[in-house]
């Protein structure tokens, strides 16, 4: 329910130009108690027809990699994004942009309290871990996100475009599933 009532009190949010732009505000979707979390960057244009993060081809294949673990159901994870609001043209967020919806997905963070969560790609990554480096960089080892281990995996449009990093994202799920599964049998 509180999530719930956080998405009711920020849903009409004009806090930046982006908010007179969008046909329907991205607030997330999945699980409102997930043990895990997977976070990018902003919504694209079928998402923000639809008003749900991850639903165009990106999104099918987020599903197919959440899925292919064995682990998990897409409805049984949390899925959001840095911004709430589509960029125009899919343009990478501002910074004025994420200093004023970073708040909302650290507020989403703390009520859904996950176990993991996922960054995906360098937007998400940055913001979360308040960064510069690059996907590369952060890839391979934990982050701490005020005591939730955070793992960083390229954004599955990058998948769509050079297959090369299906076999990185592949070893970056085994690790974090790993991980999920050391946490939730202790």
């Known amino acids: 329910m509180e999530l719930t009532a956080f998405r009711e009190d920020i849903c009409d949010c004009q806090e930046c130009p982006l908010g007179s732009t969008r046909k329907n505000f991205v607030f997330g979707s999945g ?23 991850f639903v165009g081809r990106a999104g099918q294949l987020l599903t197919k990699i959440i899925e292919s673990t064995k682990t ?14 589509r960029p125009p043209g899919n343009r990478t967020p501002l ?18 309290g996950p176990k993991l969560i996922m960054a995906l790609g360098a937007s998400a990554a940055q ?10 960089k952060l890839r391979g080892k934990w982050h701490d996100l005020n005591g939730i281990p955070l793992r960083v995996t390229y954004h599955p449009a990058a998948l769509l475009r050079f297959d090369g990093y299906k076999k990185d994202v592949w070893e970056d799920m085994k ?3 790993a991980k999920f599964v050391e946490l939730t049998s202790r």
């Open 175 to 177: 690790v974090f599933t």
């Open 31 to 53: 699980d409102p108690e997930a043990p895990v979390m997977f976070v990018g960057e902003a919504p694209g244009a079928d998402e923000d027809e639809q008003g749900l993060p």
């Open 127 to 136: 913001a979360l871990l308040g960064t510069k480096e690059s996907v590369g």
């Open 72 to 85: 998990w159901k897409r409805e049984e994870v949390f899925i959001a994004n840095v911004l709430k609001c």
């Open 95 to 112: 910074p004025e942009e994420v200093e004023k919806c970073l708040p909302y997905l650290q507020e989403q963070v703390r009520v859904i």
